[in-house]
């Protein structure tokens, strides 16, 4: 992997710095080379330029968005394609279901989140009950979160996200 590349950006009068988006796929396909994944399950879809960026590293793509504008942005994208799968709705709710259908280690992009605790639309940060559901169900692979910070504040104690199963 090549250092991390960042970007900055400004909102509010507050500047934020991030690892860009290309590098973040970039790492994406790093795992999935490293520990030999080949399903990828994305929360948050947005216009689906990860599951585009990732496609040629993968078998099967899932990836699950609540926006219904934006999901149809992604669905229009993936039509008719057998390796990717597009999933309207709330992940909280759609990706524990989703995995009953995952058989193999899978590498798993949590990403489903708007700007804090709530995502924007009248729904918790699904964030905790998307991990759960993974460790519950005892699930192989690896899960990567983007932007932690968005998390529960609750849940987060002195930089440790603490689940209870
Ligand atoms: C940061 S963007 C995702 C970026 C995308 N994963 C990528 O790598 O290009 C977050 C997306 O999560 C969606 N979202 C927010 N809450 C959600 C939820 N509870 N379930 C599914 N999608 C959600 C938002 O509508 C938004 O499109």
């Avoid at 995995?99 to 940060?125: C, F, Q, S």
Wanted: glycine share 8%.
């Amino acid at each position: 992997m090549r250092p991390p590349e960042y970007v900055e950006w400004t909102h509010d009068g507050k500047t934020f710095k991030q690892v860009s988006p290309a590098w973040k796929r970039e790492l994406l396909i790093d795992y999935a080379k490293r520990f030999n994944l080949r399903t990828f399950v994305e929360t948050g879809t947005c216009g689906g330029d990860t599951i585009a960026a990732l496609y040629d590293h993968f078998d099967k793509l899932y990836s699950i968005e609540v926006h219904g504008y934006v999901y149809s942005l992604g669905y229009e994208r993936f039509k008719g394609d057998p390796k990717v799968t597009m999933i309207y709705g709330d992940s909280a709710v759609e990706l524990p279901r989703l995995l009953y259908r995952i058989t193999e280690p899978a590498l798993y992009w949590l990403d489903a989140h708007l700007d804090g605790p709530a995502n924007g639309y009248g729904l918790a940060n699904p964030l905790m009950t998307e991990i759960s559901a993974i460790m519950s169900q005892k699930k192989e692979g690896i899960i990567l979160v983007d932007d932690l910070d968005f998390a529960r504040p609750a849940e987060w104690h002195n930089g440790v996200l603490r689940i209870s199963l």
